[in-house]
């Protein structure tokens, strides 16, 4: 991991709230004050319990669009993405999904 990715803050995703779960969440606050053998164990248990739920959410259909944050637009476009992907990003590749941006605008354009 590099330095530029390392200082960044680690923000939740709107995929994040979906499977969100109290108790985990309670679990994953504990984590700092239990013994080291108690957090690796219970790391894997909240990990497992998120693949579980992630599972379950898409056979339930709940996930089956994934258009979280766009208000019934049915077709997002790349410059949509990029900016919901920006925030996450690293300095660096926040000035390439910029450059690609403009790329994109300058392609519509022209179009």
Aim: one cysteine or more; glycine letters at 2%; charged letters at 20%.
């Amino acid at each position: 991991m590099s330095e530029d990715q390392g200082n960044q803050d680690c923000r939740a995703t709107e995929f994040d709230y979906l499977l969100a779960d109290p108790h985990m969440q309670m679990l994953k606050a504990a984590l700092p004050y239990m013994p080291s053998s108690r957090q690796r164990f219970c790391s894997m248990l909240i990990q497992i319990q998120q693949i579980q739920r992630t599972r379950s959410l898409f056979q339930d259909g709940q996930l089956s669009t994934m258009e979280l944050a766009r208000s019934g637009n049915k077709t997002a476009s790349p410059i949509e993405m990029l900016q919901a992907i920006k925030p996450y990003a690293s300095q660096r590749e926040r000035e390439l999904i910029e450059m690609l941006e403009n790329l994109q605008i300058m392609m519509q354009a022209i179009s």
